[in-house]
């Protein structure tokens, strides 16, 4: 009941393409559903975060749509761009305790 | 603003020395911190939650007198990796949990890591 499942494993798209990266949960104690940034070397950055009474939050190029009934959700970047390359992780955290539980990660790959 | 650091950014150490991992909440006060531990190419694992002026807690299979906490203040948290050995080595990032605000409720925020070199 812990786990955040994510995919694909890694992605390439286009320059100007969307990239979609799809989280599923099973926890029904998580109350909020962030995405990190994370580069080579760096420590993950926070992207956009969700809770689960909203559907779809649109923050610049990103966008989170999510599905409360399914435990779903997914992470939309219009007009993908190579300095978008980096690896991203969707979590859920525990209402109460705050813990993170992260997904396993998407390399993304923006090809010029 | 909501900046972490940590110090070192990275560090390689001889088989059965200590280090110690600093975390600080730059512009934020934070009573609560994570320490986190993320291997070649894989997920972010919790290790621990640290808040400040009590004991650390650990998650399951985590050596607790192996990784020693400490939270002095609602700014820094200490990581102290004992008798460091070859597997011990991995990438160590702390984060903060921005304490009640007009901007930051409840959000945490990542440090950029600490890359550990057991030899």
């Known amino acids: 009941q812990q786990q955040v499942k994510q995919s694909p494993q890694s992605l390439i798209v286009q320059k100007g393409g969307i990239s979609i990266i799809n989280c599923a949960y099973e926890n029904t104690a998580f109350d909020y559903f962030p995405w990190y940034q994370q580069f080579p070397g760096k420590g993950p950055a926070l992207l956009i975060a969700?809770?689960?009474?909203?559907s779809e939050k649109k923050e610049g190029r990103f966008t989170i749509s999510f599905n409360k009934s399914a435990k779903q959700f997914s992470l939309h970047i219009m007009d993908s761009q190579p300095g978008d390359s980096a690896t991203y992780f969707c979590?859920?955290?525990?209402?109460?305790?705050?813990?993170?539980?992260f997904g396993k990660g998407t390399k993304l790959t923006v090809n010029p | 603003g909501a900046v972490v650091s940590q110090h070192p950014s990275w560090v390689i150490c001889k088989s059965g020395t200590s280090v110690k991992i600093e975390c600080r909440s730059l512009?934020?006060?934070?009573?609560?911190m994570f320490w986190y531990r993320q291997f070649p190419k894989q997920s972010l694992m919790l290790m621990a939650t640290?808040?400040?002026?009590?004991?650390?807690?650990?998650e399951q299979g985590v050596e607790k007198d192996k990784f020693l906490i400490n939270h002095a203040s609602l700014t820094l948290s200490t990581l102290t990796v004992t008798s460091a050995h070859p597997e011990d080595s991995s990438f160590y990032i702390c984060?903060?949990?921005?304490?009640?605000?007009?901007?930051?409720?409840?959000?945490?925020?990542f440090g950029p890591g600490t890359r550990l070199t057991v030899l």
């Open positions: 979590a859920g955290r525990q209402g109460g305790s705050e813990k993170l539980v």
């Open positions: 969700i809770r689960p009474d909203v």
């Open positions: 512009d934020f006060q934070a009573t609560t």
């Open positions: 984060s903060a949990r921005a304490d009640r605000g007009p901007s930051y409720y409840n959000e945490q925020f």
């Open positions: 640290s808040n400040e002026g009590s004991k650390a807690t650990y």
